[in-house]
């Protein structure tokens, strides 16, 4: 199995910050890595497909880059609805497999 | 757009099996692969199997042995069967589309499932 290892598991930001978030895949995974947020009581939104492509329809402060074992997720600018739980997901392997989450709170 | 919606019973008793329905609107399920994923209360999301409309599978084998994916191209759904429940399966239960070497772009809205006496 390929495990998703997220980090942090929780950042607390400021409206206005750039946040990082990073995604380690146990083994290589290509560019095969996906982002979503999820808010509570809500299912789970794409916002990055193929490591660093943006989903229609989402604002382009976010992005996504790397490829091999090591991701990122960046928001530049972080905004009030942008705090939520990020997970990433690769769809490399027959097992697909999320990350734990990361939490972004506020400060 | 497309849409999913999940439907099943939201109590199930131990040992008994499990059965959920997504239905797809707004566009057809064949060409795609169809997912479900679940997440216990509180914590994160596990995926648990996938079909293509065709009625290959693939499935999470922390699960295989109890799970069982279908699809039904005429009723555009998908169906669920997870077999000898425990209360370690209690969980949101989700339908999206896309699998392997894809994204999950749809997604449905979720539906619990309790598993209680």
């Known amino acids: 199995d390929i495990q998703m290892t997220q980090s942090p598991s929780s950042l607390s930001a400021s409206v206005g910050d750039r946040v990082t978030i990073t995604c380690r895949a146990s083994q290589s995974i290509s560019n095969y890595l996906n982002w979503y947020q999820q808010k509570p009581g809500k299912a789970p939104k794409l916002l990055i497909y193929a490591a660093s492509s943006l989903q229609s329809g989402v604002p382009s402060r976010f992005s996504g880059s790397g490829s091999g074992t090591d991701f990122t997720l960046t928001i530049t600018s972080l905004q009030p609805e942008d705090f939520a739980t990020y997970y990433c997901q690769q769809s490399y392997s027959t097992r697909l497999t999320f990350g734990g989450g990361t939490k972004v709170e506020i400060k | 757009q497309v849409q999913l919606q999940e439907s099943g019973p939201g109590l199930v008793k131990p040992s008994e099996t499990l059965s959920l329905t997504c239905t797809v609107s707004?566009?057809?399920?064949?060409?795609?692969?169809w997912s479900w994923i679940r997440q216990p209360p509180g914590k994160g999301l596990e995926w648990i199997a996938y079909v293509y409309y065709s009625g290959s599978t693939s499935y999470n084998p922390s699960l295989k042995s109890r799970i069982t994916i279908s699809v039904e191209t005429s009723k555009n759904q998908i169906s669920l069967k997870l077999g000898s429940v425990t209360a370690a399966d209690t969980a949101l239960y989700y339908c999206?589309?896309?699998?392997?070497?894809?994204?999950?772009?749809?997604w449905g809205q979720g539906t619990l499932v309790t598993v209680s006496s």
């Open positions: 999206a589309r896309g699998a392997l070497r894809s994204s999950f772009d749809y």
């Open positions: 707004g566009g057809s399920i064949s060409s795609y692969y």
